[in-house]
């Protein structure tokens, strides 16, 4: 029987009135790598680098979820008055992931602050807030409407133009801050009609590295969606089987 592969996913941290601090996950994240064919592994924000390496040892690939903002200050910004940051203990630790992960070439899918990690964590920048950064931008979020989505413009032959397809595509969306200045090891993918990235891919055949801006694990994703978990996780074993060859 074939292993199925083991996939790490960092977790949301903070406080509940009623339960203290908690470390929790959004069960679309794991749902759709169950429905995937791999072996969801949550790992809570560690605090020592040491441990941190040591569980990303066990995992075969990461998904970095969304979340509140990257703090900006942390890359030499700013507070935009409609940053939101997530909480210290889960962005020290998502940090330290990236860089390891980006050190050891680990096969990595980021999505929404995920795919935002990836790219300053590499060198590359982040609009604080669309509408400031981008005068002929769209509605990338709607409050009123948690099922709110918008086109994809998808560059051929890229990861994404394998996941979808040929057809118009929508996907669900729901950020104010987006990629400004792409890290050079990654190229675009796809973006919304109004141009703001939402889709890279790393440019290193060595290094399986996807990142969405959008959010193919949520209630508001379409069918069409889990293809991003089901072509990672594919991609994923395909590799380790290689590796296990190769070694």
Request: aromatic share 6%.
């Amino acid at each position: 029987m074939r292993r199925k592969p083991l996939i790490g996913l960092n977790t949301d941290f903070g406080k509940v009135e009623t339960k203290g601090y908690v470390a929790e996950i959004s069960a679309g994240y794991f749902d759709c790598l169950i429905r995937a064919q791999a072996v969801p592994v949550a790992i809570p924000p560690l605090v020592s680098r040491r441990d941190i390496e040591q569980a990303l040892e066990v995992v075969d690939g990461f998904v970095l979820i969304g979340g509140d903002d990257l703090d900006p200050l942390r890359d030499g910004c700013y507070h935009h008055p409609t940053t939101r940051v997530m909480h210290p203990r889960r962005e020290d630790f998502d940090r330290i992931v990236a860089k390891i992960i980006a050190e050891r070439q680990m096969p990595v899918l980021g999505i929404g602050a995920g795919m935002q990690l990836m790219n300053v964590s590499q060198g590359g920048t982040l609009s604080l807030n669309i509408r400031d950064d981008f005068a002929n931008a769209m509605d990338h979020r709607d409050p009123h409407d948690p099922y709110h989505r918008h086109g994809l413009v998808v560059t051929p032959k890229s990861f994404i133009d394998r996941v979808y397809g040929e057809g118009e595509i929508r996907v669900a969306s729901r950020h104010h801050m987006a990629i400004l200045d792409l890290a050079p090891v990654f190229k675009v993918s796809a973006v919304a009609p109004d141009g703001i990235i939402e889709a890279i891919e790393s440019q290193d055949p060595d290094w399986f590295a996807i990142g969405v801006q959008y959010h193919p694990e949520c209630e508001a994703a379409s069918a069409l969606d889990l293809r991003v978990f089901e072509e990672f996780v594919d991609e994923v074993a395909r590799r380790k089987g290689a590796h296990r060859v190769a070694a």
